[in-house]
Every structure is written in C-alpha cells, then in structure tokens.
C-alpha cells in the first residue's frame, strides 16, 4: 500500500483510505492553537463548536463529501475532545471511543471525531502518530471494522506546496482523528457512486474561492490557503 495520499488527490470526508496510507508531513505546516491567536486553549463546548462550524460549513456546506450530509443532520456524528498530552494518553482516549462504536449500532452513532487540542499540533508529529493509531487498530482486532482518517490545521498532501488551497480538504480547526466504520464506506463504494470524482471536484471548488469566501470559511488560516495562523 502507498505510504502516501498521491499528489493533489484531497480525500473526500469519509475517504475511502486504505489502512496505511499517510499524506506528506511537513515540519513547517504548524498549529499553534490555531483558531486562538492568544494561545489559550478554549473550553470543550467552544472547540466541539468550532469543529462543528466546520463541518456544517465547509465539509457539507461546500459538498466536499457528499454522504455527510445524510449523518450530520441526522445527528450521527460524535465529537469529543481528548485533553490527553501524552501518546499513551492519546490512544487510551480513542480505545475508549472505539469500544463506543463497538457498542453503539450505527443508526444511532455512525463515526466519530477525536478532537486533539493539547498535543500533535505539529503535522508532522502528528502524521508519525498515525502509525501508533493503526497498530492500536490492530491489537484491539479491530481493523477492517474501523479505519482512522486524518484532519490537520497544517494538512499536507504529498508532494502538494503548502499554500495549495486543495490541501483544504482535510484541513480542520484543530488536530482529529476520524473514526469510521469501515462497512459504512464499502456500502458507499458498493452503490456505484463515483468516488473517484469527488476529489478532483473538491480541487477545483476550493481553488475557486474567492479571498472573502476563503476568509470566511477558513478563519484559522491565512488565506488563500496557506500555513495555519501562529500565535501573537
């Protein structure tokens, strides 16, 4: 399996990821507290907000992906906040949730966001870390039932330069690991719809945005698309 997103080739939100694969890491994409330019961690209720924002906005609000619309409204998605600071800490928090998906049915819970606020604000801290998430996958015999996508302030696709506003696409307002129901994105591909569009789609979307649109839609990171904002 590639150890890679390929260049330009943004993943839809769910993507259908292959176990495995990682987008580039870049030591320059950073995030420090990135829609909080005094550096102060906000509540939990402020961040799941913000995260919330985003996915009414961007993800289904552009259409990035076009099977989340059906699960947000239906209020199937869960997001939680992990104040771990710690790796160890990190993947206790998402065994946790895991055993939630494991004992909740999807009609009443079909994915869940890990929001990470206190660690990992490095992208490429946080892409090594992705390893360890598909190890722990692995030793909880969980892997092909569930897959863990990734969004960062400082996303990177490989070979892609920072300030491409395609990197966009999976570029949230704080670090996140996604998990998803790995059965929920075989029935998607199985329906014939054309996945291997929506990519391309989105590509061409986000370069389209206008200054004011990117502004509005993207306020913790400098427009047209570049590096998260630092702090003061």
């Known amino acids: 399996m590639p150890d ?9 939100f769910p993507p259908e990821r292959p176990a495995g694969e990682r987008p580039a ?11 909080n330019p ?6 939990d209720e402020v961040i799941c ?7 009414r906005d ?15 409204r239906g209020e199937r998605i869960r997001l939680t906040v992990s104040r771990s600071t710690t790796p160890d800490e990190l993947l206790f928090d998402l065994a946790t949730e895991i055993a939630r998906l494991d004992s909740t049915p999807p009609s009443e819970l079909e994915t869940t966001l890990v929001i990470i606020p206190q660690q990992l604000a490095d992208f490429e801290e946080y892409n090594e870390f992705l390893d360890a998430v598909d ?21 990177l696709f490989a070979e892609a330069e920072p300030d491409d506003q395609a990197n966009a696409t999976n570029r949230s307002p704080w670090p996140i690991i996604h998990l ?16 291997d569009a929506i990519p391309e789609a989105n590509i061409l979307r986000l370069r389209g945005m206008s200054r004011e ?3 509005r839609l993207f306020p913790w990171l400098t427009p047209p698309g570049g590096q998260p904002k630092r702090d003061e």
Request: aromatic share 10%.
């Open 4 to 12: 890679r997103v390929p260049p330009d080739r943004p993943s839809e």
């Open 25 to 35: 890491a870049s030591s320059s994409a950073t995030n420090s507290s990135a829609t």
């Open 38 to 43: 005094s550096g102060e961690i906000p509540s």
């Open 49 to 55: 907000e913000q995260v919330a924002g985003w996915i």
């Open 58 to 72: 961007v993800v289904v609000g552009l259409n990035l992906c076009p099977f989340a619309g059906p699960v947000w």
């Open 135 to 155: 190890d722990l996958l692995r030793q909880l015999d969980r892997e092909g039932v569930y897959q863990a996508a990734s969004f960062h302030p400082g996303y």
């Open 180 to 195: 998803l129901r790995e059965e929920s994105i075989s029935e998607v591909v199985d329906s014939g719809y054309e996945v």
């Open 213 to 215: 649109e990117w502004q």
